[in-house]
Each structure stands twice: as C-alpha cells, then as structure tokens.
T-cell receptor, first 114, second 112 residues
Framework: DADVTQTPRNRITKTGKRIMLECSQT?????MYWYRQDPGLGLRLIYY???????NKGEISDGYSVSRQAQAKFSLSLESAIPNQTALYFC?????????????FGSGTRLTVV | QKEVEQDPGPLSVPEGAIVSLNCTYS??????FMWYRQYSRKGPELLMY????GNKEDGRFTAQVDKSSKYISLFIRDSQPSDSATYLC????????????FGTGTSLTVIP
C-alpha cells in the first residue's frame, strides 16, 4: 500500500457542485499539505496542517476548505466548484521536529470542473 | 516576480548525455534546496536535497547550489531513458515551518 493515498484518482464534476478530495497516510507524520499543480504555474500551496488542531491557509486558499479529521487524514473541499479549479491536486506529508524533513507526496487527484 | 524560476523546457537529449537542469531564486533566506522527480501521472518524489551552498553527489546525480548567485543546478551523468520525467526544484526557509516553494518543473526526455 502507498504511504500517502489520495482518493479519488480522477473526478469530473459540474460547476457549482461541492466536492471533497481525501488524503490518508501511514507515515505517522504530523504535517500534511494540499497543493495544486497547473501547467506553467507549478505546485502552489492551498492549505497546510501541522497537527490535528492546526489549520493554516496557503498561497491560494480562496474557494477551498480543509478538515483534519485525524493525524492520518486530511481532506480538501471545494464548496462550489468552478472551471478554473480544474487541476492536479496533491496531498503531501512531512515529519516534524529538529532538522530538515522532506515531503512525501500522494499520486494526485486529477479534477476536472465542467 | 516568482520566488523560484525554472525553465520549463522541454529538454530532449540522447541516452548517455550529461543533462543540466537549473533554477534561480530571489529569496536570500532560502537555506534548503531540493530536487524532485515526477513521472507522468505520479506525485513528485525527492531526488536530492542540499543545505546552503556547495555540491552533493548521489550516483549519477549532482546537485549544486550557489547562494551568491541565487542559482541551483542538477546534473545527470550518463542519462538513461528511465530518467525521462519532469524535474522540480524546491526551496525552503527552515524557520518558516518547512513550507516549500517549487519551480514550475523542467520536462526531460532521454532518447534511446
């Protein structure tokens, strides 16, 4: 099983619909992140969470919300999807504590809003 | 101006060539410099990271950081078709809680 699992892998939804993307991890990491990836724009941070009671906005949080249901689960919601939210979405995790810690990414969710 | 700039390519080289991938950045507070490799339909995976200036070698891969020029490079020796992927540079300021700033990625194809 993958260390960081994202569901669904692909999703097509209509404008105005609410949609939730889910992320679960078996790494035991405290920190979890949601990024979106767009051609020419790279990876941009949407939200991040350093523990269950900590939620922080990233660079592009408008139109999104998150929920950290447990240490291992971090969900991203689009309350009312719009076409410019069509993108590849990645969840990532990292350890905390002293020293540098890299990210472990999931395989991504390809979301299309029509 | 973006904090991290990376030439998107695409870059196409013959098998066995030396590949040079580069990024520039504007934030002098960046201390950790990373290279991620992303295969099609997969998430990025960490290839190498370095702290501050200098070189780091791992097999066929060498990462180089020049903080005075705000310029980082990844060299791939004896490139293989399996190296065909998108390469993303990333940087972080430790004190900022491990948030990473990514380049847009360079698409590399190694032709057999």
């Amino acid at each position: 099983d993958a260390d960081v699992t994202q569901t669904p892998r692909n999703r097509i939804t209509k404008t105005g619909k609410r949609i939730m993307l889910e992320c679960s991890q078996t790494k035991g990491h405290d920190r979890m992140y949601w990024y979106r990836q767009d051609p020419g724009l790279g990876l941009r941070l949407i939200y991040y969470s350093f523990d269950v009671k900590d939620i922080n906005k990233g660079e592009i949080s408008d139109g999104y919300s998150v929920s950290r249901q447990a240490q291992a689960k971090f969900s991203l919601s689009l309350e009312s999807a719009i076409p410019n939210q069509t993108a590849l979405y990645f969840c990532a995790t990292s350890a905390s504590g002293q020293g540098w810690h890299g990210y472990t990414f999931g395989s991504g969710t390809r979301l299309t809003v029509v | 101006q973006k904090e991290v700039e990376q030439d998107p390519g695409p870059l196409s080289v013959p098998e066995g060539a030396i590949v040079s991938l580069n990024c520039t950045y504007s934030n002098s507070a960046f201390q950790y410099f990373m290279w991620y490799r992303q295969y099609s339909r997969k998430g990025p995976e960490l290839l190498m990271y370095t702290y501050s200036s200098g070189n780091k070698e791992d097999g066929r891969f060498t990462a180089q950081v020049d903080k005075s020029s705000k310029y980082i490079s990844l060299f791939i020796r004896d490139s293989q078709p399996s190296d065909s992927a998108t390469y993303l540079c990333a940087m972080s300021v430790q004190i900022a809680g491990n948030q990473f700033y990514f380049g847009t990625g360079t698409s590399l194809t190694v032709i057999p």
